[in-house]
């Protein structure tokens, strides 16, 4: 059974720092293309960042380029987002999801941060 | 970036309803077109890829169809369990990009 346990959030001042951890297990790993996701309290779902099996190729949202960095460590079966010179506008659920023929076919529980003075 | 619109934002209907969502988008792709299921607090579940292909376990009162740049779920009798916020989600190309999402009320 796939599943994917998002950890890392937490409540962080404007301008701050936090990492996002997703373990992996279920599935090998290093064969699939992960992507974050996330979600502003109340909203829709906002896709963030992309990242190939083998970490060679990456995208990201504009909201997020230049402050948000996604790697992967296929050895130790984790996705991370690196995130900083978070905002207001940052807060909500971050969720890992598996991507399979192209789609988020498998989603975390999500990791909820929050950035607030 | 490929923008989609969903309509209607919230729907209320009962339970045996047929229901029907549609998604728009502002560009024409070829069939890379999901459908996923949200309840409150919990993770969205995948439902639909490929415009109509059912995802496993997944009842087969869901379906989905559609082209170009209208696509449809629908449900053929609503189940007390279909009580959620659904979203389409284009991956032609990335970005990545949802719909706003349908709540599905209790009339």
Redesign the interface.
């Known amino acids: 059974e796939v599943q994917l346990v998002e950890s890392g959030g937490g409540l962080v001042q404007p301008g701050g720092s936090l990492r996002l951890s997703c373990a992996a297990s279920g599935f090998t790993f290093s064969s699939y293309e992960m ?1 974050w ?1 996330r979600q502003a309290p109340g909203k ?4 963030v960042s ?1 990242i190939s099996s083998s970490g060679s190729t990456i ?1 990201y ?2 909201s997020v380029k230049g402050r948000f960095t996604i790697s992967r460590d296929n050895a130790k079966n984790s996705l991370y987002l690196q995130m900083n010179r978070l905002r207001a506008e940052d807060t909500a659920v971050y ?1 890992c999801a598996k991507t399979r ?10 990791t909820l941060v929050t950035v607030s003075s | 970036d490929i923008q989609m619109t969903q309509s209607p934002s919230t729907l209320s209907a009962s339970v045996g309803d047929r229901v029907t969502i549609t998604c728009r988008a502002s560009q024409s792709f070829n069939s890379w077109l999901a459908w996923f299921q949200q309840k409150p607090g919990k993770a969205p579940k995948l439902l639909i890829y490929k415009v109509s292909s059912l995802e496993s376990g997944v009842p087969s009162r869901f379906s989905g169809s559609g082209s170009v740049t209208e696509f449809t779920l629908t449900i053929s009798s609503l189940q007390p369990d279909d009580f959620a916020t659904y979203y389409c989600q284009q991956y032609n190309t990335y970005p990545l990009t949802f719909g706003g999402g349908t709540k599905v009320e209790i009339k």
């Open positions: 992507n996701v829709g779902l906002e896709w992309y995208y949202a504009d969720y023929t192209g789609t988020t076919s498998h989603w975390g529980q999500g």
